[in-house]
């Protein structure tokens, strides 16, 4: 079993347009445009899940990046809401960055038994990783 998880790309808009400003495809941008797409466009702030693998001296953990489909059908005309991103987790340790405002994410971790997800703090992450090496 897996279980299913959903995060919205909020303000996703601005990751878009910030791109078509670094290629020059975005002609004499309004000030107000271009300090949105440095403010929000920024990929700290779009929705992420990691599969934790270890611990890793440089980053703390080894994380491997798991990939979701996208769904536009609840999406707003500019794109700024609506947009959701699916991520399909098999049972294991987790790193989720879930966007809860525009400019503002929450970044957790969590815990997949069979279909259910469960929120963890790091020391139980710790823990885990621990029991899982020594068995």
Same mark, same amino acid.
């Given at each position: 079993?897996?279980?299913?998880?959903?995060?919205?790309?909020?303000?996703?808009?601005?990751?878009?347009?910030?791109?078509?400003?670094?290629?020059?495809?975005?002609?004499?941008?309004?000030?107000?445009?271009?300090?949105?797409?440095?403010? *929000?466009?920024q990929k700290?702030?779009?929705?992420?899940?990691?599969? =934790?693998?270890?611990t890793d001296? %440089?980053?703390? @953990?080894? &994380?491997?990046?798991?990939?979701?489909?996208?769904?536009?059908?609840?999406?707003?005309?500019?794109?700024?809401?609506?947009?959701?991103?699916?991520? *399909?987790?098999q049972p294991?340790?987790?790193?989720?960055?879930?966007? =809860?405002?525009?400019?503002?994410? %929450?970044?957790? @971790?969590? &815990?997949?038994?069979?279909?259910?997800?469960?929120?963890?703090?790091?020391?139980?992450?710790?823990?885990?990783?621990?029991?899982?090496?020594?068995?």
């Amino acid at each position: 079993m897996r279980a299913v998880l959903r995060l919205e790309a909020i303000g996703d808009n601005w990751r878009w347009y910030a791109r078509q400003l670094e290629q020059g495809k975005i002609r004499n941008p309004h000030l107000r445009d271009n300090i949105n797409a440095i403010r *929000y466009g920024q990929k700290r702030h779009r929705p992420w899940v990691a599969r =934790i693998q270890g611990t890793d001296d %440089r980053w703390d @953990f080894k &994380r491997e990046f798991v990939q979701g489909p996208r769904d536009y059908t609840y999406a707003d005309k500019l794109g700024e809401r609506g947009i959701y991103e699916y991520f *399909y987790l098999q049972p294991g340790l987790y790193e989720i960055n879930d966007p =809860i405002a525009l400019g503002e994410s %929450r970044r957790y @971790f969590a &815990r997949v038994n069979d279909d259910s997800l469960t929120e963890i703090n790091r020391e139980e992450l710790l823990e885990c990783l621990t029991n899982d090496i020594s068995e």
